[in-house]
């Protein structure tokens, strides 16, 4: 509901001497705006907009004369006329409560008074305006109409109090962390740069997973077992409802392949396309989520090959935010750790297998000077219990996969040899879920995998479900505790279908989606 149209509902429900003059549009003037009245009397009366009838208020100044009619929002039907500006009413709270709150009425903070004035409660009133010949303030009282002429004071006041003359100061004194802007105490970057701005414009700590965020920005909720570091919302999973899926490429059989560059987003329950400029076609980006938004890295350009630019994805849009970091690379892995996203191998422009660590920190990358797995493209990765796990990979295109798990923690990568293992393969399908990581597929060689398997931290556990088949390059995220797996290659065909995984069961979903592809690059965010 506008503003101007809850003022004039509340103006027709107050007896006549608490209403307040409505500041709206004006129509043309009734036949009693010449009539003698008490200051502060109303009204009512029509006014005339595009052709048609409006109900409207006019209210008595201080000389004793009706002003403009004030228009209202609400339609007078031919053969009607304006409503009656009944009284008995109880008068409602500036701030939408009742006379009882703790706010004063509009009408009691606005009672004789004329321009801008705020109440006790921080809102910013429109008390009206004085009749023809008379000067808010005029008559050396404050918001008061008079025949003199006013002088703005603000020296010493509040951000927004009163000048005297029906204006507000525009500058002035605010709360710790909030800055005077135009008359408002707003909190932003300049004013909280050490914490976020809350939902009610104040400055917090920004360190709290309730209330996220550093340099003035818009404080975040963190989801799921995410938690607050360094002002972004880090690790675990969110609970968030929508998932990015970016570019990939289908081979039809024939020799030819296409590359895409589009963008989808999964929301509730439905894929929908996204008509953005983003990125340029590619296929095997890495992905991962910082901050609450997606960050790709990388891939596969086909015809100007290996890249290795930076993009973030907001929900809305693809910004470029680095165009240097690790050297160019296709079929990296990467995962978010803490405040940082982990980047670990991949295959460079030359075709060789890589085996350096980078963290993007949300602003730049940085090498990290560790030893840790082999050379190789394509291992799966992912996050749980504030470490990076990683499993398998190829240590050349094509090549026959590993088996060997890997865990990072920031600072040293150490090899573990759990029990048992899901057996050499790429190109798997990965995401955390709660306690878990979750591994679904890939390929060695010329067997394309269709099992699930969790990691729980300490061992490797295949589950009895069975459901999407046999496949590789698909891609995985977790919205709140159900999995979600799109497309990918069988062996002899891209695919399509869209699953959910609940722990128990893959379940395929119906309805459109995006085209047959493998290799897409996809995150919750």
């Given at each position: 509901?506008?503003?101007?149209?809850?003022?004039?509902?509340?103006?027709?429900?107050?007896?006549?001497?608490?209403?307040?003059?409505?500041?709206?549009?004006?129509?043309?003037?009734?036949?009693?705006?010449?009539?003698?009245?008490?200051?502060?009397?109303?009204?009512?009366?029509?006014?005339?907009?595009?052709?048609?009838?409006?109900?409207?208020?006019?209210?008595?100044?201080?000389?004793?004369?009706?002003?403009?009619?004030?228009?209202?929002?609400?339609?007078?039907?031919?053969?009607?006329?304006?409503?009656?500006?009944?009284?008995?009413?109880?008068?409602?709270?500036?701030?939408?409560?009742?006379?009882?709150?703790?706010?004063?009425?509009?009408?009691?903070?606005?009672?004789?008074?004329?321009?801008?004035?705020?109440?006790?409660?921080?809102?910013?009133?429109?008390?009206?305006?004085?009749?023809?010949?008379?000067?808010?303030?005029?008559?050396?009282?404050?918001?008061?109409?008079g025949s003199g002429t006013c002088n703005p004071t603000c020296t010493d006041?509040?951000?927004?109090?009163?000048?005297?003359?029906?204006?507000?100061?525009?500058?002035?004194?605010?709360?710790?962390?909030?800055?005077?802007?135009?008359?408002?105490?707003?909190?932003?970057?300049?004013?909280?740069?050490?914490?976020?701005?809350?939902?009610?414009?104040?400055?917090?700590?920004?360190?709290?997973?309730?209330?996220?965020?550093?340099?003035?920005?818009?404080?975040?909720?963190?989801?799921?077992?995410?938690?607050?570091?360094?002002?972004?919302?880090?690790?675990?999973?969110?609970?968030?409802?929508?998932?990015?899926?970016?570019?990939?490429?289908?081979?039809?059989?024939?020799?030819?392949?296409?590359?895409?560059?589009?963008?989808?987003?999964?929301?509730?329950?439905?894929?929908?396309?996204?008509?953005?400029?983003?990125?340029?076609?590619?296929?095997?980006?890495?992905?991962?989520?910082?901050?609450?938004?997606?960050?790709?890295?990388?891939?596969?350009?086909?015809?100007?090959?290996?890249?290795?630019?930076?993009?973030?994805?907001?929900?809305?849009?693809?910004?470029?935010?680095?165009?240097?970091?690790?050297?160019?690379?296709?079929?990296?892995?990467?995962?978010?750790?803490?405040?940082?996203?982990?980047?670990?191998g991949g295959t460079g422009s030359g075709g060789a297998p890589l085996a350096?660590?980078?963290?993007?920190?949300?602003?730049?990358?940085?090498?990290?000077?560790?030893t840790g797995p082999s050379a190789r493209e394509a291992p799966a990765m992912?996050?749980?219990?504030?470490?990076?796990?990683?499993?398998?990979?190829?240590?050349?295109?094509?090549?026959?996969?590993?088996?060997?798990?890997?865990?990072?923690?920031?600072?040293?990568?150490?090899?573990?040899?759990?029990?048992?293992?899901?057996?050499?393969?790429?190109?798997?399908?990965?995401?955390?879920?709660?306690?878990?990581?979750?591994?679904?597929?890939?390929?060695?060689?010329?067997?394309?995998?269709?099992?699930?398997?969790?990691?729980?931290?300490?061992?490797?556990?295949?589950?009895?479900?069975?459901?999407?088949?046999?496949?590789?390059?698909?891609?995985?995220?977790?919205?709140?505790?159900?999995?979600?797996?799109?497309?990918?290659?069988?062996?002899?065909?891209?695919?399509?279908?869209?699953?959910?995984?609940?722990?128990?069961?893959?379940?395929?979903?119906?309805?459109?989606?995006?085209?047959?592809?493998?290799?897409?690059?996809?995150?919750?965010?």
């Amino acid at each position: 509901m506008r503003w101007s149209t809850l003022l004039f509902r509340l103006a027709l429900t107050l007896p006549p001497a608490l209403v307040p003059a409505i500041v709206g549009c004006s129509g043309a003037p009734a036949s009693s705006l010449t009539a003698t009245c008490a200051a502060g009397t109303t009204s009512p009366c029509e006014c005339t907009q595009g052709g048609s009838r409006f109900a409207g208020v006019e209210v008595c100044g201080a000389s004793g004369a009706f002003g403009t009619c004030l228009c209202g929002d609400t339609p007078i039907d031919a053969g009607q006329t304006a409503p009656t500006v009944d009284g008995g009413a109880s008068a409602p709270s500036a701030d939408g409560g009742d006379a009882s709150s703790s706010c004063p009425s509009m009408a009691t903070a606005c009672a004789g008074r004329c321009g801008q004035l705020k109440d006790s409660c921080g809102s910013v009133l429109e008390c009206g305006s004085c009749a023809a010949g008379d000067v808010c303030g005029g008559g050396g009282t404050a918001n008061v109409c008079g025949s003199g002429t006013c002088n703005p004071t603000c020296t010493d006041k509040a951000c927004g109090a009163s000048d005297g003359c029906g204006g507000v100061c525009e500058s002035g004194t605010c709360g710790a962390g909030q800055a005077c802007v135009a008359g408002v105490c707003t909190c932003n970057a300049t004013s909280c740069a050490d914490g976020c701005c809350s939902e009610t414009g104040a400055c917090v700590g920004g360190t709290a997973a309730s209330a996220c965020g550093a340099g003035g920005a818009a404080c975040t909720v963190c989801s799921g077992s995410q938690t607050c570091t360094a002002g972004a919302c880090a690790g675990g999973m969110s609970t968030g409802g929508s998932f990015v899926l970016f570019g990939g490429s289908y081979a039809p059989g024939d020799g030819t392949q296409q590359i895409f560059e589009d963008t989808w987003v999964f929301r509730g329950s439905a894929w929908m396309q996204t008509d953005v400029i983003g990125p340029s076609g590619r296929e095997n980006a890495a992905i991962a989520a910082l901050g609450g938004k997606a960050v790709l890295f990388g891939g596969d350009g086909a015809s100007v090959g290996s890249l290795g630019d930076t993009w973030t994805w907001d929900g809305a849009t693809w910004t470029e935010v680095a165009s240097s970091g690790p050297p160019p690379r296709t079929s990296a892995a990467m995962a978010t750790l803490g405040d940082k996203i982990i980047l670990f191998g991949g295959t460079g422009s030359g075709g060789a297998p890589l085996a350096d660590t980078w963290a993007w920190d949300g602003t730049s990358w940085s090498q990290l000077q560790v030893t840790g797995p082999s050379a190789r493209e394509a291992p799966a990765m992912a996050a749980l219990d504030g470490k990076i796990v990683l499993f398998g990979g190829a240590p050349a295109m094509l090549g026959v996969a590993v088996t060997d798990t890997w865990t990072f923690d920031g600072t040293a990568w150490t090899q573990l040899s759990p029990a048992t293992n899901p057996g050499a393969r790429h190109q798997a399908a990965v995401t955390s879920e709660g306690g878990d990581i979750f591994l679904y597929g890939g390929v060695t060689g010329l067997r394309w995998d269709g099992d699930t398997w969790t990691w729980n931290g300490t061992v490797w556990t295949e589950l009895a479900a069975r459901g999407p088949g046999g496949r590789q390059g698909s891609s995985m995220a977790a919205l709140g505790t159900t999995l979600y797996l799109f497309g990918g290659y069988d062996g002899s065909e891209d695919l399509s279908d869209t699953w959910t995984f609940d722990g128990t069961t893959w379940t395929m979903l119906t309805g459109g989606g995006p085209p047959a592809r493998d290799s897409a690059a996809m995150t919750a965010f």
